[in-house]
């Protein structure tokens, strides 16, 4: 598969089916791998550092962003510097806050000037992005997740908050954003335009790279056939 020359966006494969990571890294247009323990739990994932190791057994060439999973900072920070361990390629993946609302921000910064990757994930807001790359400024190549498919739960359009994030990591030369949580194609296309450096998308998602440029009049006939042969193999009458 061969992306549009205009898509300068990077892009992440968002999973934590092994099988599915392993299918992806394939592809040289993956640019890298995040993964989160509400995926893992999904796919059945029964042992966290066990899968974190097989997966980077194959994948030694790109990132891959593995999350701690303690609400205690000083706990995060004990499992972050483990987690930073397992492999060069390993970003370790820090929440903006706790469940208790606390901010990362120093941990996040002592990581980061301590030689540690960090991805700082669960963002939503542009003062949350302007605070986390203060602290990261100067530090160890980061990312910071931006949840623009969340923002757009809730009405919201992403986009501008997406372009002023963009627009505020200009002079931090080790900050890229990842556009995080997409919720359609679209969003590739919305992300490259406004110049975010990475895009973090599941397979569900990324099936849909084949439908670029397709002819809608054959997608509608598709469709057409596709309605028509589930009413036929359903049985349904009238």
Known sequence: MKLPASIKTKIFADGADKSGMLEMARHDWIKGFTTNPTLMRKVG??????????????????????????????????????????????????????????????????LSHDGIKVNVTAILTLEQIVTVSEALEGGSPAYVSLFAGRVADTGRDPVPIMKAAVESLRKYSNIELIWASPRELLNLFQASAIGCHILTATTDILKKLELIGKDLNELSLETVKMFYDDATKAGYHL
């Not at 397992?86 to 929440?95: G, H, L, M």
């Not at 469940?99 to 941990?107: H, V």
């Open 45 to 110: 994932v029964g042992d966290y550092e066990t899968f974190a190791h097989e997966v980077l057994e194959v994948i030694t060439d790109r990132p891959i962003s593995f999350e701690v999973i303690s609400d205690d900072f000083e706990e995060m920070e004990k499992q972050a510097r483990r987690i930073a361990n397992w492999a060069e390629n390993v970003y370790v993946k820090i929440p903006v806050t706790n469940t208790r609302r606390n901010p990362a921000t120093e941990l996040i910064r002592r």
